[in-house]
């Protein structure tokens, strides 16, 4: 039978699509972040010879986990993301799935990875993905339309993947673990902060209670920004002094860390000065230097490890 390029277009198209929904779904960005946190963990927890069969599984049943837990919050807050431009083409609000669908992929999802993680990796990393999905869904998630304190519980949540990595290589919850929780719970806030500055119209007219919600001149967001960046410079210099890395690690997280709280520092000031269009470039500009911050810390750290 002869197909047409036109009909393997349109296959392509629809495959794409499909693909697409299920990216859209998983947030797919989002669940690459907690499993690239979640290798970093396991790596800098493995002592010796890396195991490889079990760092394979860790990622496997956390990014089970992951998925379900992204499909869940989704299909919890479908309304509001339906009344914000920048999610309003999700699969829920766009039709493109139904909620039937979704909770049940989400659920099975998340049973299944929980399930996983106890059964080949360990009891305590699949109790720490079960307190992820928990405090995410049931917490994190309804305080988002109370309180705008939610974001720093968010970032409990947030911060347990790299945990999760070092509970699977060594099977406890030792000061290393804890230290690249705080690193990554540290991290999110001055992230979110920005992009809650930026489309804080969009977030007040889907309901969701963010600091600039309660915050019209942007001081208080701003200083929590700051703030936050100056703890995360702190917090960077832990691995060093636990011994996780050497010299190498110190010199690149103080480097990235003070370039970090300098962007902060500038959309400070911005703010300070009322010039809302440059605050809001500075707002980006702060966004932008912690997508950028991340890896490359979490990368020094990983190429400097000492153990």
């Not at 989002?30 to 946190?37: E, F, K, P, Q, Y």
């Not at 720093?152 to 945990?163: N, R, T």
């Not at 019209?216 to 703030?227: D, F, V």
């Not at 110190?250 to 520092?265: E, N, P």
Request: charged share 10%; net charge positive.
């Amino acid at each position: 039978m002869r197909v047409s390029s036109n009909s393997l277009g349109a296959v392509g198209a629809a495959e794409k699509s499909r693909v697409g929904v299920i990216a859209d779904l998983v947030k797919a960005r989002l669940t690459a972040l907690v499993l690239l946190t979640t290798l970093v963990g396991f790596y800098v927890g493995s002592r010796g010879t890396v195991n490889w069969a079990l760092m394979w599984h860790t990622l496997f049943g956390t990014a089970l986990v992951a998925a379900g837990a992204a499909a869940l919050n989704q299909l919890l807050e479908r309304e509001h993301d339906a009344r914000m431009r920048r999610t309003a083409s999700r699969p829920l609000p766009s039709g493109r799935l139904q909620p039937v669908t979704v909770m049940l992929f989400g659920g099975v999802c998340s049973v299944a990875g929980l399930v996983y993680l106890a059964w080949l990796v360990n009891p305590l990393t699949s109790v720490l993905g079960g307190v992820s999905l928990v405090s995410y869904l049931f917490v994190y998630t309804p305080l988002k339309r109370i309180t705008w304190w939610n974001t720093a519980v968010g970032a409990i949540p947030g911060g347990l993947p790299p945990l999760m990595g070092w509970a699977a290589a060594r099977g406890d919850l030792g000061g290393g673990g804890w230290t690249l929780f705080a690193l990554l719970a540290v991290w999110q806030l001055p992230h979110f902060y920005a992009i809650a500055w930026v489309y804080r119209d969009e977030y007040a007219r889907a309901g969701f209670k963010m600091l600039p919600g309660v915050d019209p001149n942007g001081l208080r967001t701003a200083r929590q920004a700051l703030s936050w960046t100056l703890t995360l410079l702190a917090v960077s210099v832990l691995p060093f002094v636990l011994g996780l890395a050497g010299g190498i690690y110190l010199t690149c997280a103080l480097a990235l860390g003070a370039a970090f709280v300098a962007t902060a520092a500038d959309f400070m000031a911005k703010i300070a000065r009322g010039a809302e269009t440059e605050a809001i470039t500075a707002a980006r500009r702060l966004f932008f230097a912690s997508i950028v911050y991340l890896p490359l810390a979490l990368g020094a750290l990983v190429l400097d490890k000492t153990g």
